[in-house]
């Protein structure tokens, strides 16, 4: 038998791990373990081909919800410019209510955060969407030059060249890019520049033109749509935050069958209500967006258990401070490590009791 020839790091395909992150050591592990420049041209031409096509995209939806390997997806939070991170997409079958629908999670495994479990649409983070944008990224890197423009989406200017682009709202992305958005926070710009070089280094593993869907994607997520604070391809998903237990084992399990999560002592579980990594105040806005439960209707649907039962404000002394919600919960949970509402520490409860809104923005 013929051995299969030592690869090396050719200079686009040198990266580093991060030790405390599960989706950057399954990263490195495939770049070690897979041919990674045939894996990226691949990748590329699959979602390439795909080109808006309706049934295409169909296609592409069917195989990437039923990928055996895992499938990393970038995408753009709404009222965030920075890039998420979507992986490990399943069709779910197990609680009646979600029955049928498509589960993602979003962000990393690490020592202090847990992927966020969400729902996706059926038909938006696949199909492909046609808008006018600045087509130039010269332009797109000049505007990002000026360290004033940190952390903004690009304002294409009246004098600056535009054209009709089309790409899709997730965008499938190969190990050694997982890897790079999981280095640090990264902006779209930020994408762009890393597959440009990575197309124009040496034994470049793809060609500018084969990378033509990655390039319209980075230049439309870098751009704003309805607001300053939201990119033109903007994708926003609804918080799969339950207290069932047959949900957390089975989220527990994914996670384990894609990025190799094992569980630790005799009863592993997965607490998945951690928030992506976006802006603080993004978050809050999210927040007070999309849910107004207050938090007796949160807790219903959890044998009734109320927060922080214990809590000496109770009754008539207590003031009617601000509660609250489902998803705030949620966040609370994913904070505190625990899989219940019912376990968080009561000092929880005595910040509903206030009406001090400045004790609210502290905690």
């Known amino acids: 038998t013929t051995e299969p020839p030592q690869?090396?790091?050719?200079?686009?395909?040198?990266?580093?791990?991060?030790?405390?992150?599960?989706?950057?050591?399954?990263?490195?592990?495939?770049?070690?373990?897979?041919?990674?420049?045939?894996?990226?041209?691949?990748?590329?031409?699959?979602?390439?081909?795909?080109?808006?096509?309706?049934?295409?995209?169909?296609?592409?939806?069917m195989d990437a919800l039923n990928a055996t390997d895992l499938m990393v997806f970038a995408f753009m939070w709404g009222g965030s410019p920075y890039v998420q991170l979507l992986h490990s997409t399943m069709p779910y079958h197990v609680i009646r209510a979600w029955r049928g629908k498509d589960i993602g999670f979003v962000g990393d495994k690490t020592t202090y955060q847990n992927p966020q479990p969400v729902l996706l649409p059926p038909d938006a983070p696949w199909r492909w969407y046609k808008k006018n944008v600045g087509d130039s990224g010269i332009d797109m890197m000049a505007f990002y030059n000026d360290p004033n423009n940190k952390g903004k989406l690009w304002l294409v200017q009246?004098?600056?060249?535009?054209?009709?682009?089309c790409a899709p709202k997730l965008l499938a992305l190969p190990p050694i890019a997982v890897n790079f958005c999981i280095s640090a926070q990264r902006m779209p710009h930020e994408l762009h520049q890393f597959f440009s070089k990575m197309a124009t280094s040496q034994n470049a593993p793809f060609t500018i033109e084969e990378g033509r869907t990655i390039f319209d994607w980075c230049l439309m997520a870098a751009q704003p749509g309805g607001s300053a604070t939201s990119s033109c391809i903007e994708l926003n998903f609804e918080v799969a935050a339950t207290g069932s237990e047959k949900f957390h084992k089975w989220a527990h399990n994914r996670l384990r069958a894609t990025l190799g999560i094992s569980g630790r002592g005799s009863a592993p579980t997965v607490t998945t209500t951690t928030v992506p990594a976006v802006d603080p105040a993004v978050m809050m806005a999210a927040v007070a967006a999309q849910v107004g439960a207050s938090v007796a209707s949160a807790l219903r649907g959890q044998n009734s258990t109320t927060l922080g039962s214990g809590n000496p404000l109770s009754g008539s002394d207590a003031e009617e401070g601000k509660k609250y919600d489902k998803f705030e919960l949620a966040v609370l949970m994913g904070y505190s490590h625990v899989d219940s509402a019912a376990h968080l520490q009561p000092i929880w409860s005595l910040f509903q009791a206030t009406k001090n809104h400045d004790i609210h923005r502290q905690n």
């Not at 009246?158 to 682009?165: H, I, K, L, R, Y």
């Open 158 to 165: 009246e004098e600056q060249s535009t054209d009709d682009m």
């Open 7 to 61: 690869r090396r790091a050719t200079g686009w395909n040198q990266t580093s791990e991060r030790q405390d992150s599960a989706l950057s050591r399954w990263a490195c592990r495939a770049i070690k373990e897979q041919d990674a420049a045939t894996t990226m041209k691949e990748l590329i031409r699959w979602q390439n081909m795909v080109d808006a096509d309706p049934t295409k995209i169909k296609q592409f939806k």
